[in-house]
């Protein structure tokens, strides 16, 4: 599985130990030129050890890819804006003339969402479905423009969760954005499928990211520990649960969305593919 030759695009890249920066390495590692983006995030919004470690993000991860002898582009990029999300493919063009492959990574950072939904501020779930589901939408609309003009096929490939397959209590709007996210991806794969452009989802489980919480770190305050020490406590619970016995890792993820980048995944396309470990089987 190779792609030498391609472009990818992966947004929500920025994150020390997140699913996009393991994808962003792993489509680098096979061969493709990247281009990265995120939000230039703020500070309570940055992990204990990001914080602690002095991790700059997607400049950090543009370092690494091109410190494996690969081309990289850091592009900051509030996705839940047109004009941005059009520039964003606009400055991909610029730097390689082409955009094979698309990753929509980026997502809202949790917690603030997690009550129920009676209680649910109207101005949560709105930023809630822009950044997860209009976000993935602006970014599918722009790509899949460029790759339709270009007629050589392509790649889309959106993060939904294991919480787009099932409801779960206390987030509504996650849960909503993320079925959203599936329902966009059989929809854009029927409309895609004239032109050899393939459209899957990865519906990923439980991931060990050390993604900030909102609620876990109220949780921890409350607690009077480190909130990377109740995120551990409570990874640790939860793969009690899952039936191959441990929580996914972010290269579990990644080998997924580099084999439905790839030519040998070219013949699927509407897909919605889990990664939990066994707790979602449909």
């Not at 929500?12 to 995030?41: C, P, V």
């Not at 993000?57 to 900051?76: H, P, Q, T």
């Not at 787009?164 to 206390?170: E, P, S, Y």
């Not at 709007?173 to 989802?201: E, H, M, R, W």
Request: glycine share 10%; charged share 25%; net charge negative.
């Amino acid at each position: 599985m190779r792609l030498e030759g391609k472009v990818a695009l992966v947004t929500g890249a920025g994150g020390k130990h997140g699913i996009g920066r393991s994808i962003a390495l792993k489509l680098s590692s096979m061969g493709a030129s990247m281009a990265i983006t995120d939000i230039e995030r703020k500070r309570e919004d940055i992990p204990l050890d990001e914080t602690e470690s002095g991790w700059k993000g997607i400049l950090d991860v543009k370092k690494e890819i091109e410190g494996s002898g690969n081309k990289c582009i850091a592009l900051f990029c509030d996705i839940t804006r047109e004009e941005d999300a059009i520039k964003l493919i606009d400055n991909v063009l610029q730097e390689y003339g082409r955009l094979d492959i698309l990753v929509n990574n980026a997502r809202a950072v949790t917690g603030q969402d997690s009550m129920p939904l009676v209680e649910l501020d109207s101005e949560v779930w709105d930023w809630i479905i822009a950044v997860n589901l209009r976000g993935t939408y602006l970014c599918c609309k722009y790509a899949a423009s460029q790759m339709i003009k270009q007629k050589t096929g392509g790649r889309i490939i959106n993060i939904s969760s294991e919480a787009g397959k099932r409801g779960v209590a206390n987030m509504a709007a996650y849960c909503a954005s993320k079925f959203g996210i599936i329902g966009l991806t059989q929809s854009l794969a029927l409309d895609l499928a004239p032109y050899q452009i393939t459209v899957n989802a990865i519906c990923p489980g439980v991931t060990d990211t050390h993604r900030v919480n909102y609620r876990e770190r109220l949780l921890a305050e409350k607690q009077g520990i480190r909130e990377d020490e109740l995120r551990e406590q409570r990874l640790r619970e939860r793969a009690e649960k899952i039936p191959l016995g441990r929580v996914a890792l972010p290269e579990d993820v990644a080998s997924v969305a580099g084999f439905l980048a790839s030519e040998e995944a070219g013949y699927i396309t509407g897909q919605s593919i889990n990664v939990s470990g066994g707790t979602v089987m449909h």
